[in-house]
Every structure is written in C-alpha cells, then in structure tokens.
C-alpha cells in the first residue's frame, strides 16, 4: 500500500537506481538515523538511505531533494521513516514525505581503464595530483600545518604511515600486509568519515574500475570490514562499501571517468575539465575531500606502476 502523503511535501530531485530498484521490491521502515543541514541519514533495512540537499551530488542509497535545511524541518533522531517505491514519509511534526514518482534515476558509472594507455594515464594522474597539492587541505593525510597540536601531527604521522604500509602491500602485492595496513587505518581519525577511511575509498575505487590492477585493495578492504565491523562509524562503513563496489558520489565519479576516458584534447584543456569537480570533492567535510583524493591519486599512480611491471 502507497504512503499516504502529509503535508509539507518535499519535492525529490532524483533518487539512486539500485535504490529504486530495492524499494520497488519491497518497502523499508527504520529510524532517522543523524540530521544535519545537508544530509538527513535513515538507517532501513540494515542500511544508510541519505535524504540530501540540491546542492549536493547524486550518491549511492541516496535522494536528492528541494530541502535546503533539514535542521530546520524540525524532524528528529529516532523518527520513524516509511520507504516504498512511490514515497518517502517521515512521522510525526511536521510530517515530511517526498514524492519518487517522477524524479530522474541516477547511475553510478564509470569507465574502464583499458581505454587509457599508460603514459596517458600518468600524465592524467600529474594533473590530478597538482590539483589537488594547489587546493587541498592540510590535516588528515596531507601533512598539517606548522602549528598543529601534537596530537594532530602525531596523528597525521600515523595515517601517513598507514597509507604508506597499504600501497607498499598492494605494490607487493601481499594481501596479508594489506590487510593488516587496511586494519591500521579504518576508524583512525576524528568525525564521521575518519582520515583513513577516507583514504581508503579513493584507493578503493580506483581498484573498482573495471580492468584495474589492484584487485588487492578491494580485497583487503572488505575482508577488513568483514572481520572489524564496529571498527568505524556507520556512514564511513557504508562509504567503504559502496566504494569497494565502484560505487561513489558523482562527482568522485566524475574525475574517474575523465580520467579512464579515451584521449581528447590536451593535458591543459583536461587539468581544466577536472577543476569543477575536484572542487566538489575538496568541499567534502573538513579535510575528507582531501583525503579521499589523495586515496584517489595514490591509487592511480599504483596502477602506473602495476602496468609498468606486466
């Protein structure tokens, strides 16, 4: 049976396939899990379904909507959420629901990497990376600045040493080293998406591209996650799977899909077309963004190196 629709009405901008795809198999019921400005998260069906803002990117098990701040609905922790395939209805004042009918469905896709050559490829990862040292954040993974606590710089020296520890493993390709650096580095850091998590989703999503050489990662990672389930928050786990399934924001997306595209232009005219949504990325939490784009460079050069040795 159809949700019946309580006033305010939210407008749904557009909704994930694969979580249209669930709910036109059966509705889901479950708690709102956080609310923030952006992002209200409800945990249904043993999964995080985020209701988002416009101004944010289309993402895994998520629902863009015309909500400039959920705040300010008033809706709170523990509300119960109705999911079906024709709505979304939150109980209780003010009584929130968000018509899926007629939203446009996303896709999360991204191309292969046989379609770039290695030198090609290396260039592209240069253009990246010069990105992302000109406008990333210091903390997390990125060296602090020089007046940082040292609790942070202490910090920071054991993510750096943790990235290090899971790029040499998947370089030696020993799936014990990397399960043990992946272990080192899930849950370290402050917030909901800490440093190394972060991290990781960057690698892991490079290792997703369909033809990548670092099928390691992917299985270092969910063996991690298998082994260690409250070992980090539950939007960052959820963040790491969807990752490890190739499965990311649209504009993370994006950057692999210019990256893996076939050759087009030139190397400046592709530094260009990378800009806006690196800056979308960058934009993520405090130092996420960084974070998850260093994982991202890091695991592109990986992969230079890994064709380079075949």
């Given amino acids: 049976m159809a949700t019946q629709l309580r006033a305010p009405v939210c407008r749904a901008l557009s909704l994930d396939a ?37 101004g944010l990117d289309d993402a895994p098990w998520s629902v863009r909507t015309d909500v400039a701040d959920w705040r300010r609905l008033g809706v709170e922790v523990g509300a119960v959420v109705v999911l079906d395939s024709g709505h979304i209805a939150v109980e209780g004042a003010p009584g929130i629901a968000l018509d899926l009918r007629h939203c446009q469905k996303w896709h999360a896709t991204v191309s292969s990497a046989a379609a770039v050559a290695t030198d090609l490829l290396a260039r592209r990862t240069a253009a990246l990376e010069g990105l992302l040292d000109a406008r990333g954040v210091p903390g997390g993974v ?29 370089r030696a390709n020993d799936d014990g080293a990397a399960s043990l650096a992946a272990r080192s580095l899930l849950g ?24 990548s050489r670092l099928v390691a990662v992917g299985r270092a990672i969910r063996a991690v996650l298998d082994a260690c389930p409250d070992h980090t928050t539950l ?50 939490g405090h130092t996420s963004g960084t974070d998850i784009l260093s994982g991202l460079v890091a695991g592109l050069r990986l992969e230079n190196e890994l064709r380079g040795s075949m």
């Fill in 18 to 54: 694969r979580l249209a795809s669930a709910l036109d198999k059966a509705p889901m019921t479950g708690p709102v899990h956080s609310v923030f400005r952006r992002v209200l998260n409800v945990l249904a069906a043993d999964r995080l379904v985020a209701l988002s803002s416009e």
């Fill in 142 to 170: 990125v060296p602090p600045r020089a007046d940082a606590s040292p609790i942070e710089a202490e910090l920071g020296r054991r993510l750096r040493a943790g990235c290090e520890r899971l790029t040499q493993a998947v």
């Fill in 188 to 211: 370290l850091g402050p917030g909901l998406t800490p440093a190394g998590d972060d991290f990781m989703v960057g690698l892991a999503l490079v290792a997703a591209v369909p033809g």
């Fill in 235 to 284: 939007v960052s786990r959820a963040t790491l799977e969807e990752a490890v399934a190739g499965r990311a924001r649209e504009s993370l997306l994006g950057i692999l899909n210019r990256v893996f595209a076939a050759p087009h232009g030139d190397d400046a005219r592709f530094a260009e077309h990378l800009r806006t949504p690196v800056d979308r990325v960058l934009s993520i």
